[in-house]
C-alpha cells in the first residue's frame, strides 16, 4: 500500500537554528499539507499546498515558517529560526484530489528545540 | 468552519460494538463527514467518510442522521488495536480545504 514518508523520525535542534523537515508524499495525490501535534495535544493545522502555491494557511504559519516542492518528489518544511515552542510532533499528508477522497498521514517527524 | 461535537472519551469491551457519536448542527449541504483515527504515537489515520447515505468499510460503518446533523462512527467488533483517539471532520468539497481536527473521542478498549 503506498505510503507518505517522512524524514527524519526525530530531530533535536538548537533554538534558533534552521530546520528542513522532509516529507516525500505519495507519487500521484496533487495536495499536500503539513500539521503539527505539542503533546498532549491536538492536531493542528499548519498550510495546505496545490500547484506550487499555499492554498491555505493557519495563523501558526507565520513568517518562520515555509514550505517548498523543490522537485517531484519532495515537500518540505522549513523553519527559519527555531524557538523552544516549535517543539512538537510534524506530520506531513497528502490527497489525490480535492475531491471526494482521504487524506495519508506520514508517521510524523519528532521535532525538539533545546 | 462547521463545527463538530464529540464526546471526550468512552469505553469498550473487546469484541463488543462500539458507537461513536458526533453532532454537526451546522453541517452545509457540501460538507463531507470524514472520521479519522490517531492510534498511540502514530499519525492520523483515514477511517471512513460519506455524504449522506450511510457507508460500509472494512474498518467501519458510518451512519448518517436523515438529516446529516449528526453521525455515528460504527466498530462492529472493538479489538484492543483499536484503543485510539477518533476525529469526526466536515471537510468542503472545495480545492485547498484542509481537514481540521478538534479533540476527537478517546476509545479505551478493555480485554
Known amino acids: 500500500e503506498p505510503e507518505v514518508t517522512q524524514t527524519p523520525s526525530h530531530q533535536v535542534t538548537q533554538m534558533g537554528q534552521e530546520v528542513i523537515l522532509r516529507c516525500v508524499p505519495i507519487?500521484?495525490?496533487?495536495?499536500f499539507y503539513w500539521y503539527r501535534q505539542i503533546l498532549g495535544q491536538k492536531v493542528e493545522f499548519l498550510v495546505s499546498?496545490?500547484?506550487?502555491?499555499?492554498?491555505?494557511k493557519s495563523e501558526i504559519f507565520d513568517d518562520q515558517f515555509s514550505v517548498e516542492r523543490p522537485d517531484g518528489s519532495n515537500f518540505t518544511l522549513k523553519i527559519r529560526s527555531t524557538k523552544l515552542e516549535d517543539s512538537a510532533m510534524y506530520f506531513c499528508?497528502?490527497?489525490?484530489?480535492?475531491?471526494?477522497?482521504?487524506?495519508?498521514f506520514g508517521q510524523g517527524t519528532r521535532l525538539t528545540v533545546v | 468552519d462547521a463545527k463538530t461535537t464529540q464526546p471526550n472519551s468512552m469505553e469498550s469491551n473487546e469484541e463488543e460494538p462500539v458507537h461513536l457519536p458526533c453532532n454537526h448542527s451546522?453541517?452545509?449541504?457540501?460538507?463531507?463527514i470524514h472520521w479519522y483515527r490517531q492510534l498511540p504515537s502514530q499519525g492520523p489515520e483515514y477511517v471512513i467518510h460519506?455524504?449522506?447515505s450511510n457507508v460500509n468499510n472494512r474498518m467501519a460503518s458510518l451512519a448518517i442522521a436523515e438529516d446529516r446533523k449528526s453521525s455515528t462512527l460504527i466498530l462492529h467488533r472493538a479489538t484492543l488495536r483499536d484503543a485510539a483517539v477518533y476525529y469526526c471532520?466536515?471537510?468542503?468539497?472545495?480545492?485547498?480545504?484542509?481537514?481540521?481536527f478538534g479533540k476527537g473521542t478517546t476509545l479505551s478498549v478493555s480485554s
Open positions: 499528508a497528502s490527497r489525490r484530489t480535492f475531491m471526494n477522497t482521504e487524506a495519508f
Open positions: 507519487s500521484n495525490h496533487l495536495y
Open positions: 499546498f496545490y500547484n506550487n502555491e499555499i492554498s491555505e
Open positions: 451546522t453541517i452545509s449541504g457540501t460538507d463531507y
Open positions: 460519506g455524504l449522506t
Open positions: 471532520i466536515l471537510m468542503a468539497n472545495q480545492a485547498g480545504t484542509a481537514l481540521i
